[in-house]
């Protein structure tokens, strides 16, 4: 397949081969990214993406479905079975579309929805002010303890209590800890609220068994399909047999035109590497590697967002260390050490250059990485924060990185 693309289009064949070189010459710590087994991205770049096939499998308006009504009943009924569901939608183009599409099944424009805010590690589909979500509905917003970094269950009750919403959305894109998925649905129920638990981060990890699972203390369940799930870029809406024609509706035709085939089969495909023993074991990985990474940054004199990590994901609060996110993560990027910068619960700073930096470990345990090698990549963010301006460590620390690489190929994926 490379081949062929070299041939037709040498200017994209040589860009993808590039990137390709960055990704696995690189230590990715980016926590929603990760690597996709050669299998899934065949999947994606199949033939399959020459069709079209608006409606849900046996009612179609285009005709040709034979197969790709089997793909489809395929990948949701894996689901089903992973996640221990009733019923599962495998259309939403992306995470977003199923956030607005699971709201939308449940309540009208204009009513109120509590999510967590931005800033405190919420999505920007969880009602956040810029986000469609925030400006069609009435969304109100709850916080973690800027303290502690963890949730008040107490004061969210009081928040849901004083503004009675109709839908509490609970999950995160920045929360470095394990969600009470159970408390959160019974303060939903106190106050006659749906509960949508967004697992995006953390589908690989609930899929894996080393989190709550948040199916029976929740009315919906949606996730992207590519973090620590390891599939390709899409989403799934999990629901209740009960919810099932209302979701489904709201997706197509409420927001969607045709589904694409092509990344539901690899969907399919992702949700059968996960349902293998060898997936539990990676789960449990990324959770060990995240672990010895926080703690070797503590004893660097970082300080992390609730002080440590129960799941793939570190926050670290870089105020005491007077250095400014994105000049970090740039000099990271140098040392092929690849971050994102990302806003702190009550973050005097911008959301441009906020005062935290966000990591994790997916991407590195899809490729074999240890606790050996988690203590060693906070060693290298240690050093090159203490050289912050010194040109040649961090070229230092980018050879070393590049060697560290060499030991844990990634599956030559694309140029077979
Ligand atoms: N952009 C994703 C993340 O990085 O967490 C969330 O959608």
Redesign the pocket.
């Given at each position: 397949m490379a081949s062929i693309l070299e041939k037709h289009d040498s200017e994209i064949y040589e860009l993808i081969v590039k990137e390709e070189s960055r990704q696995n010459g690189s230590i990715r710590l980016?926590?929603?990214?990760n690597y996709v087994s050669k299998a899934v991205m065949s999947a994606t770049g199949s033939i399959l993406t020459n069709k079209y096939s608006e409606g849900y499998p046996g009612r179609r308006y285009y005709e040709g479905q034979q197969i790709t009504d089997i793909v489809e009943t395929t990948a949701q009924e894996r689901a089903k079975k992973l996640f221990g569901v009733e019923h599962v939608n495998v259309q939403p183009y992306s995470?977003?579309i199923a956030n607005l599409g699971a709201y939308l099944a449940l309540v009208e424009p204009g009513e109120t929805i509590m999510g967590l805010a931005l800033p405190d590690g919420g999505?920007?589909?969880h009602g956040w002010k810029v986000s469609t979500t925030g400006k069609i509905f009435n969304s109100v917003q709850y916080s973690v303890n800027p303290e502690t970094g963890r949730f008040d269950f107490d004061k969210i009750a009081e928040l849901a209590k004083k503004h009675k919403p109709k839908i509490i959305i609970t999950g995160a894109?920045?929360h470095p800890r394990e969600i009470d998925f159970e408390k959160f649905g019974e303060i939903a129920k106190d106050v006659g609220a749906y509960h949508i638990a967004d697992i995006?981060?953390i589908a690989g990890l609930v899929a894996g068994g080393v989190h709550k699972d948040p199916v029976p203390y929740s009315d919906i369940v949606t996730t992207?399909t590519h973090?620590t799930l390891r599939g390709p870029r899409g989403a799934m809406i999990l629901c209740k047999e009960e919810l099932a024609k209302q979701v489904d509706k709201s997706i197509f035709p409420g927001l969607q035109g045709g589904p694409h085939m092509h990344t539901i089969s690899a969907i399919a495909v992702a949700l059968g590497e996960a349902s293998k023993p060898a997936f539990k074991e990676y789960a449990r990985q990324i959770i060990k590697n995240a672990k010895v990474l926080a703690e070797r940054l503590l004893e660097h004199g970082f300080e992390l967002v609730s002080g440590g990590t129960d799941n793939h994901l570190i926050l670290i609060d870089l105020r005491n260390k007077e250095i400014p996110s994105k000049k970090l993560s740039k000099a990271l990027d140098k040392a092929k050490i690849v971050t994102?910068c990302n806003s702190i619960p009550n973050d005097p700073a911008s959301p441009f250059n906020p005062s935290g930096l966000?990591l994790g470990t997916p991407a590195i345990t899809t490729r074999g990485m240890k606790e050996e090698q988690a203590k060693q990549i906070a060693d290298y963010i240690n050093q090159v924060t203490e050289n912050i301006d010194n040109e040649s460590v961090i070229e230092t620390v980018a050879k070393e990185v590049s060697e560290l690489c060499a030991q844990f190929p990634v599956a030559d994926y694309f140029v077979a």
């Open positions: 980016i926590p929603s990214e995470g977003s999505h920007l589909t894109s920045a995006a981060h992207t973090k994102n966000r």
